[in-house]
């Protein structure tokens, strides 16, 4: 490394070299990241001298003041910005640029997970209802999504030939992400591939979508094969929905509906009814293709009935029983 080597320069050659490895979406938030954040503030200093304090001090800024038009920027964002100064630095490290990351000390906010808040019973068909009447292949794409809790990527991606209609079952292969190009396919989140079933009411619906899509084809003289896409433009099925697009129709449906929440909370939707109702952790962690049944249970563990309220009872039924005797609290917990 030369002596005058910069933030920027090491930003630079990183991105070059392991932006091959991400998706398109993971480039396209790194991307703007170093461009809206890190260039400017630090993007000019030598390399060789920035400290933990500078990148503290640096920190402190953008909670102050580092949004647009001077707002400040939440803890969740600069822990964003912080991973991906942390990243490249550990980079440097690599190439022996460095021989001390000065980010792994730095004050970064923590980041608080997210709560979740899915939406009621009462909305989803209230939402199913209305797209069912004016867009029935929408109102397909939406089914499946309540009904297994797959991601908009995955559900994009669907090919015919992933589908078990007597079965009853549909698979996830792949999935959609949209890049500057246009949509590329690409291996799931987690790399994993799944099967899951299908209620009797979305088979029926999935089986009406597959009619129309038929119809479609057979209309204007072309073929709906195996490799054609579940949900497509086009009539043999050519191309699939751009992710992009189908968030825009979600929300102009919504609006329509009269409701406020996003697509991905039918993924939160489906988990959350399941272990209400008494379905095991792991069948729904394996439905939402979580890599480890910890992350399912950090996520929902709100939502898995007694909680709470039962160690509450638990405890005044202990109280109860001992009532009548001065040491009988000893003995009913030993």
């Given at each position: 490394m030369a002596a005058q080597t910069t933030v920027d320069d090491l930003l630079r050659d990183w991105f070059a070299a392991v932006s091959p490895n991400w998706s398109p979406t993971t480039v396209r938030q790194n991307r703007s990241i170093v461009d809206r954040h890190l260039s400017p503030k630090l993007g000019g200093h030598r390399l060789s001298t920035l400290r933990t304090e500078d990148i503290d001090l640096f920190y402190g800024q953008l909670r102050r003041s580092g949004g647009r038009g001077g707002h400040s920027l939440t803890a969740g964002t600069v822990h964003r910005i912080h991973v991906v100064l942390h990243g490249a630095l550990a980079q440097a490290l690599r190439w022996e640029w460095l021989w001390v990351n000065p980010a792994t000390n730095a004050s970064a906010p923590r980041c608080e997970p997210t709560a979740i808040y899915p939406p009621s019973p009462e909305d989803v068909n209230r939402l199913l209802d209305h797209v069912a009447r004016v867009n029935p292949d929408f109102h397909a794409f939406l089914s499946l999504a309540v009904s297994t809790g797959a991601r908009r990527s995955q559900l994009t991606a669907l090919r015919w030939s992933d589908e078990d209609l007597d079965r009853g079952q549909i698979g996830?292969?792949?999935?959609?992400?949209?890049?500057?190009?246009?949509?590329?396919?690409?291996?799931?989140?987690?790399?994993?591939?799944?099967?899951?079933?299908?209620?009797?009411?979305?088979?029926?619906?999935?089986?009406?979508?597959?009619?129309?899509?038929?119809?479609?084809?057979?209309?204007?003289?072309?073929?709906?094969?195996?490799?054609?896409?579940?949900?497509?433009?086009?009539?043999?099925g050519g191309s699939p929905w751009s992710p992009n697009w189908v968030t825009n129709q979600f929300i102009a449906f919504r609006e329509q509906a009269g409701v406020s929440f996003r697509l991905h909370d039918l993924r939160h939707f489906m988990a959350t009814m399941m272990l209400t109702a008494g379905i095991p952790i792991t069948t729904v962690s394996a439905r939402l293709s979580h890599a480890r049944t910890s992350t399912t249970l950090n996520v929902y563990a709100h939502a898995i009935p007694g909680g709470d309220q039962y160690a509450a009872d638990a405890l005044r039924a202990i109280l109860d029983r001992t009532q009548a005797s001065p040491d009988g609290m000893r003995r009913a917990i030993a």
């Open positions: 996830f292969l792949r999935a959609l992400l949209d890049a500057p190009g246009g949509p590329v396919l690409r291996p799931t989140k987690t790399g994993r591939t799944y099967r899951v079933h299908l209620d009797a009411a979305s088979r029926d619906v999935f089986v009406r979508h597959y009619r129309r899509a038929t119809r479609r084809a057979q209309n204007v003289n072309a073929n709906l094969d195996r490799t054609s896409f579940v949900f497509s433009h086009e009539p043999a």
